[in-house]
Each structure stands twice: as structure tokens, then as C-alpha cells.
């Protein structure tokens, strides 16, 4: 996600079905798709705060950027702003411990995605 700013709010209601996931606190391999399907890459740094929320950093084409996070169940989302946009990333915490999201920002169609997998 390029140009990430913290200064949004995160609400997350999302109901978890099957076992509940964890999500690693460290460094992650970013891969992704912008809005008009070009691709970005990079990484993000996930720091715990409790066991259901966290700070998300993510340094995408040498822009870096920060989020809120909580985890629900296997769901796991971030928000952020873009410019004057409040954005929205809700991934899908896998077994592998990869996160599998889509996020998109208001004003804008459509919506892109992004994966990111732990660094060893």
C-alpha cells in the first residue's frame, strides 16, 4: 500500500468462523495489486499490542506507513488514510501464518489486494 498514513480508527465486526489464528509479531514480505492492477512490493513490520490489536508498518516503493490492526478470529484488518481518503485492508489470516487482503480507499472504484508473508 503506497503512501499510508496513521491517523484512522479501526472498527472491526467481522464474525470468525473455525479456530481462531494468530498473527506473528515481525517482518513480513509484502506483495500486492494497486487499484488499476499495477503491482507493489516491499515489506511491514507487525508489532503487538495486545492479543487482538497491533501497529502495522509498511515500507511499500520506498514510501513507509503506519496502521492500527486488530485480530478477530481469522480475520485481521488495518486502517489507514491516503491524502485526504480513509482506507480499509481486511486480510485472512492462513494456517501457514501468511495473510491473504484486500483493501481499497473511499472515493476510489474497485479495490486492490495484498499478501503478506512472514520473512525468514
Do not use: H, P
Amino acid at each position: 500500500m503506497k503512501r499510508l498514513l496513521l491517523t484512522a480508527a479501526l472498527f472491526l465486526a467481522a464474525a470468525a468462523a473455525g479456530n481462531a489464528q494468530t498473527v506473528n509479531a515481525g517482518k513480513y514480505i509484502v506483495e500486492g495489486t494497486n487499484l488499476d492492477g499495477s503491482s507493489y512490493s516491499g515489506t511491514a513490520e507487525i508489532t503487538l499490542a495486545s492479543e487482538t490489536t497491533c501497529v502495522i508498518e509498511w515500507d511499500t516503493a520506498g514510501v513507509k506507513s503506519t496502521g492500527v490492526c486488530m485480530l478477530n478470529g481469522n480475520a485481521f484488518a488495518a486502517a489507514y488514510v491516503l491524502g485526504d481518503a480513509l482506507g480499509l485492508v481486511v486480510y485472512k489470516v492462513n494456517g501457514d501464518g501468511s495473510l491473504d487482503g484486500t483493501w481499497t480507499i473511499t472515493g476510489k472504484d474497485g479495490s486492490g489486494t495484498e499478501t503478506l508473508t512472514e520473512a525468514k
